[in-house]
């Protein structure tokens, strides 16, 4: 860090946490190539006056919603006679209070309505549109139920009005594959795909660089360590403003308590590691039980010698593991993100392009996480 005056840290580190936030109105960097996709799927629905949809996928923190909301925004100035619904699946709840919100969104009342006769308004609604209407809705995948037929309904409005245009943003990459293996022969016009990978260690520290350029804070080195450490275990850019937070935090507590006029990198880096360190240790005294199910399941697997699984593997043995000692089992999209979970605490990590997850630390340290459990134990001494 910068050699500053203990008056202006205050002033200085307040301006950083502020350009740190996840939420600041900011450009979006790094997710040209991806906005550019977007941005020319929606232009190309306008254009030709027809219907379509996009599903997104990508982990947590590689920016899909900001490139959203960046076109969206862009679509409302360029193009004339658009609206834009913009809905969270998840803070909504439940089907219901989301399809309350779109119709009230569209002018339609929703007293009394409950979800089959709220889509029944809203699809005789898009029959009568003479615009177009974009509606992206965030982490679609909380859509996903038994039957899935509220999910499949949603996927076919582009069927119903050529004026319809859906842009579905989740995290899981194979959710269109695996929650909804009909809807090729249900809808006339399937979703295209557009996947978001983790940003790179140089994306990374570009963003932060562009995030404090004005504040004049933090140095170079430090940011490309913090970096570093977050590329290399989730990509994420949310844990990596989070990790400058932070170490901002304690940079600025610490110059103040030793009367220090400098805080230099070197601090940050080791605040940085500390944080790690501390998560990790933290995921491994409080991992929930499922995932110490789903990591008892994966060391099973390595005694055949699998050390490499796709979800759908692992959710085959998994199911067949609960089955035996009579245990409720997930499904297989709070399968797929348990082991993110556990990717994101270092627990995992993918292995290859092929979305095959393995090990990330020791068979030893492995079974320390899992040894508080009698009943998981156990299961590792089945034979069945």
Not at 14 to 29: P, Q
Not at 116 to 138: G, P, R, S, V
Not at 169 to 174: K, L, P, Q, R, T
């Amino acid at each position: 860090l910068k050699m500053i005056c203990l008056t202006e840290i205050n002033e200085s580190v307040l301006k950083a946490m502020k350009m740190l936030r996840f939420t600041a109105k900011l450009e979006v960097y790094c997710r040209e190539k991806e906005i550019d996709q977007i941005s020319t799927f929606i232009t190309n629905c306008i254009k030709n006056e027809s219907s379509g949809s996009l599903y997104i996928a990508g982990y947590p923190g590689t920016g899909k919603t900001m490139s959203v909301t960046a076109v969206m925004n862009q679509a409302k100035k360029t193009h004339e006679n658009v609206n834009v619904v913009f809905l969270n699946c998840m803070n909504a709840k439940s089907p219901l209070n989301l399809f309350r919100l779109l119709a009230e969104n569209v002018g339609l009342c929703t007293k009394g309505k409950n979800v089959q006769t709220l889509i029944f308004a809203l699809e005789k609604h898009f029959k009568k549109l003479n615009h177009t209407l974009i509606i992206c809705l965030d982490e679609i995948d909380c859509l996903c139920g038994n039957s899935n037929s509220v999910l499949y309904r949603t996927f076919c409005w582009p069927d119903v009005s050529e004026n319809i245009i859906l842009i579905g943003i989740a995290n899981a990459f194979d959710m269109i594959d695996r929650e909804l293996p009909k809807l090729k022969l249900q809808a006339k016009k399937t979703p295209q795909l557009l996947h978001f990978t983790p940003y790179s260690k140089d994306q990374v520290a570009f963003i932060l660089q562009k995030r404090l350029e004005s504040t004049d804070i933090v140095d170079r080195q430090a940011l490309e360590y913090c970096a570093r450490k977050v590329s290399a275990v989730t990509g994420d850019i949310r844990k990596a403003l989070d990790m400058c937070k932070i170490s901002l935090q304690n940079g600025c507590a610490s110059a103040c308590k030793d009367k220090s006029k400098i805080i230099d990198s070197a601090h940050v880096a080791n605040t940085v590691t500390e944080v790690f360190e501390r998560r990790f240790e933290l995921s491994a005294s409080t991992l929930p039980f499922q995932q110490k199910l789903i990591l008892a399941v994966i060391l099973r697997m390595r005694r055949r010698n699998r050390k490499q699984f796709s979800v759908m593997t692992l959710y085959k043995d998994y199911t067949t593991v609960c089955q035996k000692v009579n245990v409720p089992k997930l499904t297989c999209s709070e399968v797929q993100n348990a082991c993110e979970l556990m990717e994101s605490n270092s627990i995992l990590v993918l292995a290859n392009k092929n979305k095959e997850y393995k090990l990330n630390v020791e068979e030893e340290r492995a079974r320390h996480f899992i040894q508080d459990d009698a009943n998981i134990i156990g299961i590792l001494q089945e034979n069945f």
